[in-house]
């Protein structure tokens, strides 16, 4: 069992930039990959950046060049740095935990809004 708490969501004008959070209840290293997906209305959950055990790294098209995840195993965090916000970022994101046993387990945390407007 795996908890997850998000944090710092909040709302931002287009092309400000937020810090989301993701407190991990065990050690991140225990973890075959650690992401953030978001979700807005209507809308399916989709990943935007994700970080294996190894550090390779993974983004979504739409956030390359402006999101960078990294992690702090000591403190057992994972962060999502947005920048250069825009209209469409607006959405719920989710941190998630995913482990590779068969079949795969998924964590997921509560979520925390993201509105970027004005």
């Known amino acids: 069992q795996v908890q997850l708490v998000e944090s710092g969501g909040g709302l931002v004008q287009p092309g400000g930039s937020l810090r989301l959070s993701c407190a991990a209840s065990?050690?991140?290293?225990?973890?075959?990959?650690m992401g953030w997906y978001r979700q807005a209305p209507g809308k399916q959950r989709d990943l935007v950046a994700a970080?294996?055990?190894?550090?390779?790294?993974n983004y979504a098209d739409s956030v390359k060049g402006r999101f960078t995840i990294s992690r702090d195993s000591a403190k057992n965090m994972v962060y999502l740095q947005m920048d250069s916000l825009k209209p469409e970022d607006t959405a719920v994101y989710f941190c998630?935990?995913?482990?590779?046993?068969?079949?795969?387990?998924?964590?997921w945390g509560q979520g925390t809004q993201v509105t970027v407007s004005s």
């Open positions: 998630n935990a995913g482990r590779r046993t068969f079949p795969k387990i998924d964590y």
């Open positions: 970080i294996t055990r190894a550090g390779t790294t």
């Open positions: 065990t050690n991140i290293f225990s973890i075959d990959t």
